[in-house]
């Protein structure tokens, strides 16, 4: 009987590995492990005493009428700027660019692209201060946007609200494009591939889902908000993800989950804490996040569906041309090109 061969022995960092870049690695972790931690600490409240009892209970009403997730996010800077950020930017690193500046007296839905396992870049570049969106883009004040399933996890969802993260749902976009104590500035980033996309997610592949997109076009139509592309070169090479060909049975179980709840269970692996190759830390490869040029849309009361198609037009030649301006400075070790979907 042939015996059967062994996998290859982990790849275990050294031991004298710099102290800035074990602690870049326990700052990915600390992120990693926060939504279960939340959720810990929840729990042990629920069991300890009466009073911790009590004080769960009191703060689980309290999130039953809270909309903050609709109403603009909560935003704190010191939050957004503390040293944990600049560790976890540092661990890839991610970095921020701009094809032009923005008008702050405008308003703008930035679209993120590719939405990889986690959209990493997205939150580490717009949710924080790590690479300084505050000075890249002043006057503007721009609201991460994700799940609304993501403001159900107690603390998880305060920790998200201060961070100026808010819900991807149209009532929370209109909010904050058009409430009457909108300022100029006040804008949205949308990862507009969702769960379709992170499917597709696999290393130096760039497959984005966009063709079958026309909400958010609607939006910026409805509120004259202008269209920002933004390509994020790497977000899809710093995980590894379980093969997962259309038609395969993972991809059938993947789309049967999706069909079900708002999320696609993404098989994903990559290094670990102590090894290079086995675990579920993310690989040190580098993301760098770049906004194109604006599409200014008009404000129309009346949006026909060829108004939607030639807006979209529009976006996709940007994002394209995007694309084509970096992929040979950024994406050197690509297998394909940008592929949409």
Not at 22 to 50: D, G, H, K, N
Not at 210 to 234: C, D, E, N
Not at 308 to 327: N, R, S, T
């Amino acid at each position: 009987m042939p015996s059967l061969p062994l996998p290859p022995m982990p790849k275990f960092a050294p031991i004298s590995v710099p102290f800035p870049r074990r602690r870049q690695t326990t700052a990915v972790l600390f992120w990693m492990i926060l939504v279960p931690l939340c959720i810990i600490v929840f729990l042990e409240m629920l069991l300890i005493s009466y009073i911790t009892r009590t004080i769960a209970l009191v703060y689980f009403l309290y999130v039953m009428q809270d909309k903050g997730q609709e109403t603009g996010a909560r935003r704190i800077e010191w939050l957004r700027s503390l040293s944990v950020w600049i560790w976890l930017r540092d661990f890839f690193p991610i970095s921020l660019r701009k094809e032009a500046a923005l008008d702050p007296s405008k308003r703008y839905i930035f679209g993120y692209h590719p939405h990889g396992i986690i959209s990493l870049g997205a939150f580490t570049s717009i949710a924080t201060e790590a690479c300084d969106i505050s000075k890249v883009f002043p006057g503007l004040n721009i609201r991460l946007l994700t799940l609304e399933s993501n403001f159900n996890i107690p603390f998880w969802r305060d920790i998200l609200l201060f961070l100026n993260v808010a819900s991807a749902d149209k009532r929370s976009i209109v909010h904050v494009l058009s409430n009457p104590k909108s300022q100029p500035g006040d804008s949205v980033m949308l990862v507009l591939g969702g769960a379709a996309e992170a499917m597709e997610a696999q290393p130096y592949t760039n497959r984005i889902v966009l063709k079958s997109r026309l909400g958010f076009i609607k939006l910026a139509l409805t509120h004259g908000a202008s269209l920002v592309p933004t390509f994020a070169f790497g977000e899809n090479d710093v995980w590894d993800q379980v093969p997962n060909p259309r038609g395969s049975y993972v991809r059938q179980f993947q789309n049967a989950f999706k069909s079900v709840a708002s999320f696609s269970p993404v098989l994903f692996h990559g290094r670990g804490i102590f090894t290079y190759d086995y675990g579920i830390m993310p690989y040190r490869r580098a993301i760098t996040v770049v906004t194109g040029m604006p599409i200014d849309c008009p404000k129309l009361d009346t949006i026909t569906e060829s108004d939607l198609v030639e807006v979209q037009k529009k976006y996709i030649a940007g994002l394209q041309a995007l694309y084509d301006k970096y992929k040979d400075e950024l994406l050197p070790s690509r297998k394909e090109d940008l592929v949409i979907l």
